[in-house]
Structure formats: structure tokens, C-alpha cells
């Protein structure tokens, strides 16, 4: 995440150039990747982001307008947040996935991660505390699907799986409750949000899915596997939980960091605290 460092200008000699510059500018440019000096892309405030206020009796409805906005721009992409990429689809380079307890134990991972839906994300309702300003956010989500490659030992109920290859997820009907926790500070005359931590709750009304070469790929037990998986999705939907669950966070908690490192917090909510 970026510093909120600023450049400094000046002139001497090749060792003084070099501290002109604050260390993230100097990462760059020794990737050769652009610098932009003066103004950025959020100096001033991007239309798709409405502004609210605490004191106005219909602030959780303009907060709700206002996150629904920004989820329906990240799926084209945010001019000045290109290193966001966009929500629909998201691509993941790798995902790890440990869970020793319960009635999933699974030493597994996913790579080249590809997650299709969040283009019919609706935002049902989004309140923000004037306390600790941390937010709640309700989304309903029709489908969602992941794609990518697993490596995977161990067990999903009685069930125990070994293999690598191909795998799809596809949990339907989601409804989802974002909890985030945010503390303000001041940059550049601006109040921003510093996003420390998510928690993700849901419930879903439906699930398929499909590994393949599944036992090194005997097929019969890799088809039989897969069928009693799908046709036990609730229980198995239980047991995946916090796998899942877990690795929306992530994924979440990467996005609204990067976002909200760049965007003022001022520019949701306007009356947010100051200091003197």
C-alpha cells in the first residue's frame, strides 16, 4: 500500500535527485513504472460516488446509493485504481485453504482464480457507524462462480479427496453481510478511511460444483464423488463455510484497502471528524 509520502521537487546531484523522491516513488521507478506528480485522480470527487451526511434522516438510504455506485463502476474499472483490475471478472493468483477442524480437514490450494457474478452485486443496505465509523453492508449476490486449478488432500464429510486439476464453485442466491472495520486519518486536506479488517457472513439457497482428477483420476469415483457432493450440498455448504467465507474476506479486505487508500473517506460521508 502506498504512503501518503509526497514529492518533493528540487535539483543537485544524482545522489540529491534520488531523495527528491519518498521510497514507494523510488520502487517504481526502479520497476520503470510511471510517476504522476500534482494531481491526482481523486482531487476531485469522481461522479459515480454520491455524498452523505450523519445529521440527514435518509443517510443510510444515500449511504446505500453511494456503495451501490462504487460496486457498479469497479466492474468496468476505476480510472487512477487500474491496479484494482475490476470485480466481474476478479482474477486470483493463488488462494491457500487450511482447516484442520470440524467436518472439513483440507490442506489445499487454488491458483489461477477466475470469479464471474459481482457485476449483479446489489447493495441492499449499507450503514455506517458515527461511532467508530467501521460499516455494515447487506449484498445480494445471484451466482457467483469460481474457476481455477486445486491441488487438495484431505476430507469434505465422509468424503476423502486427493487430486489436482480443473475445479468450479458455483454457490447461487447469496446473501451476504459485510461487517468492516476502518479507522480516519488525515492526508492531504482530506479524512481517509485506514480499512483494518473485515468479517463475512452468508447464507446461500443453492451450490454446485465439480473437481476434476479427483484419485488420479479414476473416473468412476471422481464421477460418483462429485454427484454425491453436489446432491449433499447444504451439508456440504455448512462445512465449506468458513473455507469460503474466509476467502471472501480476503479478497474484500484487498479491495476496499487499495480503494479507499486512493478515495477520500470525505467524499461518502462529508461531515466525518477532523482534527483541529
Known amino acids: 500500500m502506498l504512503s501518503n509520502s509526497h514529492f518533493f521537487a528540487g535539483a543537485g546531484t544524482r545522489r540529491g535527485r534520488c531523495a527528491q523522491f519518498p521510497v514507494w516513488q523510488l520502487i517504481l521507478l526502479a520497476l520503470g513504472l510511471p ?37 457498479d ?23 491457500r485453504i487450511l482447516q484442520g477442524d470440524g467436518p472439513v480437514s ?46 487438495m488432500q484431505g476430507r469434505i464429510l465422509v468424503i476423502p479427496l486427493n487430486g489436482h486439476g480443473k475445479c468450479w464453485f458455483e454457490p447461487s442466491g447469496m446473501d451476504i453481510i459485510m461487517r468492516t472495520t476502518t479507522t480516519l486519518y488525515q492526508k492531504n486536506g482530506h479524512v481517509f478511511y485506514n480499512v483494518t479488517a473485515t468479517k463475512v457472513d452468508y ?32 451439508p ?14 480476503d479478497i474484500l479486505l484487498a479491495i476496499m484497502q487499495n480503494i479507499f487508500n486512493q478515495i477520500p473517506a470525505d467524499y461518502f460521508v462529508q461531515d466525518l471528524p477532523r482534527e483541529s
Request: net charge neutral; proline share 4%.
Open 73 to 95: 463502476k469497479l466492474v468496468t474499472g476505476i480510472e487512477g485504481l487500474e491496479h484494482v483490475g475490476t470485480i466481474d471478472p476478479m482474477k486470483i493468483s493463488k488462494i
Open 35 to 71: 510517476l504522476t506528480s500534482g494531481e491526482t485522480p481523486f482531487d476531485t470527487k469522481p461522479d459515480f460516488i454520491k455524498t452523505c451526511r450523519f445529521d440527514d434522516p435518509k443517510f443510510i438510504a444515500c449511504s446505500t446509493d453511494s456503495v451501490q455506485g462504487l460496486f
Open 106 to 151: 483440507v490442506n489445499a490450494s487454488l491458483s489461477k482464480v477466475v470469479v464471474t457474478g459481482f457485476s449483479s452485486t446489489k447493495v441492499v443496505r449499507n450503514v455506517v457507524s458515527n461511532k467508530d465509523y467501521g460499516w455494515e453492508t447487506h449484498i445480494r449476490l445471484p451466482k457467483m462462480r469460481l474457476e481455477g486449478n486445486y491441488h
Open 236 to 249: 456440504v455448504s455448512e462445512a465449506l463455510k468458513p473455507i469460503i467465507a474466509k476467502t471472501i474476506e
Open 203 to 234: 447464507t446461500i439457497s443453492g451450490l454446485r460444483l465439480h473437481m476434476g482428477n479427483l484419485f488420479e483420476g479414476v473416473k468412476v469415483l471422481e464421477d460418483s464423488t462429485n454427484q454425491y457432493l453436489n446432491d449433499n450440498w447444504r
